[in-house]
């Protein structure tokens, strides 16, 4: 199992900035992809980006490129997303997630085992 803490979420102002954790902890961090996922209510989960084992791949939804960038601490054992730019369309709860990846370079966006409480994020225009 893989435990997993997202936090950073607020409110922010459009064109405002945020910075999201996520804390994993029990397993091996290294091993896992880790992506961000956003969830606005009566609408289906939605992939934002992800993150390879060793952070050299990465991969964005259209609707965040440029604006967001997600990086990860394999020694902290932790995740992050900054959020630049924020738009209103933005404001969901996001989840952190977590995928067993035994190919070092591999990237997906799903489906992921394992998932974070999730925070939320709100933007007002």
């Known amino acids: 199992q893989v435990q997993l803490v997202e936090s950073g979420g607020g409110s922010v102002q459009a064109g405002g900035s945020l910075r999201l954790s996520c804390a994993a902890s029990?397993?091996?961090?290294?091993?896992?992809?880790m992506g961000w996922f956003r969830q606005v209510p009566g609408k289906e989960r939605e992939f934002v980006t992800a993150?390879?084992?060793?952070?050299?791949?990465?991969d964005y939804d259209d609707s965040v490129k440029g604006r967001f960038t997600i990086s990860r601490d394999n020694a902290k054992n932790t995740m992050y997303l900054q959020m630049n730019s924020l738009k209103p369309e933005d404001t969901a709860v996001y989840y952190c997630?977590?995928?067993?990846?035994?190919?070092?370079?591999?990237?997906?966006?799903?489906?992921?085992?394992?998932w974070g409480q999730g925070t939320q994020v709100t933007v007002s225009s």
């Open positions: 997630a977590a995928r067993y990846s035994a190919i070092y370079y591999y990237l997906t966006r799903g489906p992921y085992e394992f």
């Open positions: 029990g397993r091996t961090f290294s091993n896992y992809i």
């Open positions: 993150i390879s084992r060793g952070g050299a791949r990465t």
